[in-house]
């Protein structure tokens, strides 16, 4: 309950929670002793015995939830019972749990004496030693407790065992579940709205924060008015709350997608959005806990504090971005030069703790650990995925698939338990009423407007029923509750925390409940084959051409973030994939032939297979699509009929193959081709448990 | 350095390493801070942050150490290099890397200033307040410092960055590792030796223990003689060190015994026992710390202690043994009775956290967690195995294949960086010389004459170069350093510490690196293909059956123990298999008629097929093995081509499918074709990595 801040508590200890194998270290947490203490024996062990029973007991008792949650699924699942997701009835049995620690339990304290205190002058220091008749005793900090509190603090013992470190969900529990994410999102539906998705993640994230951080700070005010606020609560407490309120998690919606197969492009849209504003939503609290206007006027606008953020975030996000794909570079290099797919086991173990370095690597370098896994996720999925063996590639899949299925359970059902063992709730109903508001005007104003910007440059329109059901599908989840547990030091973070606790309930329960019927309400067709809705390439960045007739204009920004893109494309599909993976063309067609010893190599014998076999006229790469021709490298780009300076390829000429150099081609066609081919392997449209199909509503 | 006794440490902190989601929880070992902290912002805040960077650099350090080892593994495997095993790479890499964090870093201590101290005239508790002008700080408990080293906090902070809590490897690295070998275990060649195996296990351990730990008795007057003994060193540490340093893990060994395709029964010995032996020097060495004489005699021979002491191992053990045994069968209960296996990942989960309940539940009762968790892998490998999707026997295979091998290269990593960055070492070497002479005669006294009396009464000998290859395999690995590591709080303990230390590196070194040469030196075969020398039935139970020349003698007790188990395999055949699993023979047909509609529940339609399949004449079930026939049931046992009382079924027939009721059978014959059909799959022979035939030596 001190008033004091901590707005740097990330930094603090992320990376302790990533010591080397993911599960050590657990045992201090609950006050373990260190290697060589010699306590006084008798009263200390069996104090710790006791202790150590009780905490057996208590977790046991958490397991045993995860169980029944897992078999109440399965019997959800059985029956087909669409109303209750699991992650509501994990967090259901959560509450229903602490509701017994808090209520049913009598307050068992294994040490009943008040514990000794001593006077110091100066402030606290992180290591105490206290003399006890000549025997010196290490002590460690463990935090200010209110001077009401000394005499709870053995009463209290039984709830604060079930609080754990809040840095743990950040740190432990969201890695896994946003590298599978990530290592999940490779879909060809994805990558062709991938514009659409870009910016509803950054400006969408950004205008909700916005939206919601100044409305919530006329609800302080009115607060404030109407005497409803013990203490103080700044404007920039409000943007805080409006970013870690912006980070989506439509987990409920997606599982049912998945069942009633709703159109792929849609899934896309919300899935690619709810992942990348996360990443967004981490890093814009991070800068807005970083403005610190100078001088006296604290928490007022400052233009230098305020451009000192906006870099912050830049930096953070990039910094943590370059990290992920890095180390995803440097595994899908290590896996394609060495023969590590001989040996699935060690190829899983490699690929395993290089992703998890990448989080070390983040919060080394002061970025972030959790954006960086995300990218890292990607990368692996873009490019190391191709290299392991078909083994690693389930190993790892599955791996992932359970470490994220027993984090984001356990986060939800946590969620249920805090609702009543968290001991510094603040409920503020006009706070609360006020939010629930604020996050759904937050979410139109991200949604409408950037659909109606968006359709003006997209081929295929984002429809009406689209964005209500993405307006509907804004669920909150487990990122804003592991960013609002993060720090629960301050009142205003407090009510932050009850509030955003609360609306995760009601959005899971009401919405998750709802989005069957919201379904058929809206008229969105479900049952369509994930496969089947796939036009020609024509479909592909829908953003980024200016093909529309909307779209005069913003012809000259788009052509351009077409042109970077179609550039990174390019380089992609003809120097970074064939120097990374195994699959497409040889090096050495395409790079310049003063490059040719390095380019042989650096090229991959599987190389030249798909070569031959992209030679083959048979090959279904090659589509006459006339209507619209894609050419990449040197040549513009040409839609809607007209042709390109390198038409004489539009026949169906792959350039490369033809003569083995470079010369413009459809090579978008191939890299989409290329990304369906193996990608059906890969986890189907999501995270969720595939369901078996039936008839739909 | 405190020279008290800290034998229940065990207790005190098992389970909470044990917490919900393994790997959560991690950040507070370190010295994070509790949820409501309001610490002095500034100062803390950059120690915090500057301490985060550090220990992000030190963790990456360790996991790149990892992944430099995997590297090398696939190296060493790649070019076929056999006399280094990924343990003994491991070791040495750890040992770099301590090298360079004892002598290399300079002490870079964040906080310059000693810490503050504080009297008080109690004893210490485990909370303390401090009261600093009106605020109240709570303070941990870390431990005991010697006052010498109060001006070294700072400076070890460094190693002690380094050195985990001892806890850690017992309760989070070693469970996934003995799980696994556990899951892995079920083995045709294992069962066949069943009784073998335990008598290694059971007498060979205890013999062990008791031979090493009087050499080392004498070994310490020794030394006290000649004045090398600085501190006490009682008869019950010398007891102690015998039964930690009976446990073997000839994990290199076997790996080369894979890769060679050595003799299946010997395989079978070597795993059987190092893994059953494991168990019972955990147990063992609680006991020899339960043995506490009364009055002031302590630490002598004291009868009552004695026979307590053998009282809490008989009851540790067969606890334990029932908490695992229970949670496989609960589990196996549930993945039968449910149709989870529709939805793999929900099984693998619920698969995950049972096996983990297991752990926390004998923790819970005062049992030990790793040996529940050995019989749990068991149980869960002979019935839920047979339950799970076929999905989810890949995925929990290879999870725990993943945890045991990511565990393991951790521990022996960390045991070479153990030998520079532990800060207690006492290297005396009269005790180490003693303590390699004492483990040499320990396993000769084991090995030997085990063999000379189990030869008596089995059929199929263990031929003398298998007694010396076993003797041979004697390595030291995971478990005794766990177990020598978890109280390091007197002179003896960290005697012992070092030592067992010095015997891990060498016997992994010196006899893994020279088991190829030791192969071919004992003339061994290798190349023979597991599934080739399965001889007809009569090779099982050879322990228990008096069918030897030599047996007349024992013969009645073996008879009463051939009875024990054929009354178990009977049962566990009849009955457990078919109410716990789908296979097996329905129970309509097993149990008495009067059990008619309760059969009729319990069996799985799985098992009326399998009932049709048995009656097929074309099965390959049904042997004409006139040599040795086993009937099972109320019938006696006969041996060498004499006729049994159910003689009329020996020509094939299977006694419960002729005429739907049990009748004496060739259950026996069933239940092995039962472990070979689908234990194909199973990890074959043992937990290490398959690598490619290749000629032999």
């Not at 000549?134 to 509190?149: A, D, M, P, S, V």
């Not at 759904?440 to 949604?447: D, K, P, Q």
């Not at 300076?645 to 539009?650: L, M, V």
Request: hydrophobic content about 45%; charged content about 15%.
């Amino acid at each position: 309950m001190g008033a004091l801040r901590q707005p740097e508590r990330s930094g603090a200890s992320a990376a302790l929670c990533a010591l080397v194998p993911v599960w050590i270290l657990l045992s201090s947490v609950l006050g373990l002793k260190a290697e060589d203490d010699g306590i006084e024996e008798l009263a200390t062990e069996k104090e710790a015995e006791e202790s150590h029973r009780q905490d057996s007991v208590n977790l046991l008792t958490f397991i045993l939830l995860l169980t029944l949650t897992i078999l109440t699924i399965w019997l959800f699942k059985h029956r087909r019972v669409r109303f209750l997701h699991e992650t509501g009835l994990a967090m259901i049995y959560g509450l229903l749990v602490g509701v017994i620690l808090r209520y049913g339990i009598p307050a068992t304290s294994y040490h009943n004496k008040t514990p000794p205190s001593c006077s110091l002058k100066e402030g606290p220091a992180s290591t105490l030693l206290l003399n006890v008749s000549g025997k010196f005793f290490e002590y460690t900090l463990k935090g200010e407790i209110n001077f009401r509190e000394i005499h709870n603090v053995e009463q209290n013992d039984m709830l604060r065992k079930v609080t754990f470190d809040p840095e743990v969900f950040f740190n432990i529990l969201l890695p896994p579940i946003i590298f599978h994410a990530g290592y999940s999102l490779k879909k060809r539906h994805f990558f062709r709205n991938l514009g659409t998705i870009i910016t509803y993640a950054f400006l969408g994230t950004a205008i909700s924060c916005f939206v919601i951080g100044n409305l919530m700070y006329g609800v302080v005010k009115l607060m404030q008015v109407v005497g409803q606020l013990a203490d103080k609560f700044y404007y920039t407490d409000c943007l805080f709350f409006g970013a870690i309120i912006s980070a989506t998690d439509p987990v409920t919606v997606l599982a049912i997608f998945n069942e009633l197969l709703v159109d792929g492009d849609l899934y896309a849209l919300l899935f690619g959005e709810s992942v990348m504003n996360d990443a967004v939503a981490i890093v814009l609290s991070s800068s807005i806990v970083a403005y610190q206007p100078s001088g006296a006027n604290t928490h007022m606008f400052d233009a230098a504090a305020f451009f000192k953020s906006v870099g912050v975030f830049l930096g953070i996000f990039s910094g943590s971005f370059v990290m992920g794909a890095a180390t995803g570079v440097v595994t899908a290099l290590v896996t394609k030069f060495t023969k590590l797919h001989c040996f699935p086991l060690l190829e899983t173990a490699l690929f395993f703790l290089m992703s998890w370095s990448t989080f070390l690597l983040a919060e080394a370098c002061g970025f972030t650990g959790v954006v960086a896994v995300l990218f890292c996720g990607i990368t692996q999925a873009h490019y190391t995925y191709y290299n392991l063996s078909e083994e690693s590639t389930k190993r790892t899949k599955q791996l992932f698939e359970v470490l994220h299925f027993l984090a984001e359970n356990f986060i939800f059902s946590y969620m249920g338990l805090a609702l009543f063992t968290f001991q510094n709730h603040i409920f503020s109903p006009i706070f609360i009423i006020g939010a629930f508001i604020a996050i759904f005007i937050g979410r139109a104003l991200n949604i409408y407007p950037l659909s109606f910007l968006l359709n003006l440059g997209r081929r295929h329109k984002i429809k009406g029923n689209f964005q209500h059901m993405m307006m509907f599908a804004g669920l909150r989840g487990a990122m804003a509750f592991a960013l609002a547990i993060r720090d629960t030091a301050t009142y205003a973070r407090q009510m932050m925390f009850t509030t955003t606790l609360l609306i995760v309930f009601f959005t899971v329960w009401v919405f998750g409940g709802g989005t069957t019927p919201m379904l058929s309400w809206l008229h969105i067709s479900v049952g369509v084959d994930p496969d089947q809705d796939l036009e020609p390439c024509g479909y592909s960045f829908q953003v980024l051409q200016g093909d529309g007739p909307h779209a005069e204009g913003r012809s000259k920004t788009k052509q351009e973030s077409a042109w970077l893109f179609r550039l990174w494309y390019t380089f992609d599909h003809n120097y970074l994939k064939p120097i990374l993976t195994h699959s497409g063309p040889p090096l050495t067609s395409t790079l310049p032939s003063c490059c040719g010893p390095l380019a042989s190599c650096l090229t991959s014998p599987q190389a030249h297979e798909n070569h031959e076999q992209l030679r083959d006229p048979d090959s279904d790469l090659i589509r006459n699509d006339t209507d619209l021709t894609f050419t990449f490298g040197d040549t513009a780009i040409t839609a809607n009929g007209a042709s390109s300076s390198s038409g004489a390829d539009a026949g169906g000429g792959l350039g490369w193959s033809a003569n083995g150099k470079r010369k413009g081609s459809t090579s978008e066609e191939a890299l989409e081709h290329e990304l369906d081919s193996r990608e059906q392997e890969l986890l189907s449209r999501g995270t969720r448990l595939v369901f078996p199909i039936e008839d739909h509503v």
